[in-house]
């Protein structure tokens, strides 16, 4: 928008994500499997499956950050394939690089430091395109989604992975104490950083629920937008075609 305010506000929510993933990046890997109890390897693992990558696929890994997926889609690909790990933070990048680097991930993988709301890539390049828990961070999110729209290839598929709002009350009770109360104390004692974590915790329960989410995806031009939940809508699994 063009109204002052506004603008402010928006550069004050990247800078502020920006600190926040500077500070925890050296720390990422280890506090994923603390916070969720090693659930996000399942969350991970169930969007490798629904991506359905095949060799010679171009793939990008949006918001790629550590390259959990990267690594998985670097495999499926194959050396005639190509995974993409865009990211806006280079802190984030170095340590996704340099894991991946260590565990022999090379060849078919280039790392791009990009803005979501305005990806460097052409028209109809990709077949699948994947944002991990990156979407949330986002501060324009619909100008995001519709770059998504724009360079994914038709017939290709956008999956979208993130928080999402639990369906059950006791369960929300419950992770809402988790998150304000468990995770900031977590991140200050492992990462001595719980400013961070807080503000992850917050940005979970602003980000637009299950069917907003999937509005969005539709207004951004995508196909048969849909969603799956998982872990009683802790995290849902978005779905976009571009046909
Ligand atoms: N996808 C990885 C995973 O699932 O483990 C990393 C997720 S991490 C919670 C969120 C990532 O989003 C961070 O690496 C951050 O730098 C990145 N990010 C935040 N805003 C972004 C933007 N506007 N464009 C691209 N990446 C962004």
Known sequence: THFGYKTVEADKKAE???????SVASKYDLMNDLMSFGVHRYWKRFTIECAA???GM???????????LTRKFSQLVGEKGEVVLADINDSMLKVGRAKL???GVVGNVNYVQANAEALPFPDNHFDIITIAF?????TDKARALASMQRVLKPGGKLLVLE???????????AYDF???QVIPRMGSMVAGDAESYQYLSESIRMHPDQETLKQMMLDAGFDQADYVNMTNGV???HRGYKF
């Open 235 to 237: 995290v849902a699994l």
């Open 58 to 68: 171009k793939v990008l890994d949006l918001a790629g950050g550590t390259g959990d």
């Open 134 to 138: 990156g979407l949330r961070n986002v």
């Open 101 to 103: 680097q260590d565990q």
């Open 178 to 180: 988790y998150s304000f």
């Open 16 to 22: 502020m994500v920006a600190d926040v993933f500077h």
């Open 53 to 55: 990558a095949r060799p």
């Open 163 to 173: 928080f999402s709002k639990p369906l059950n009350p006791m369960m929300k009770k």
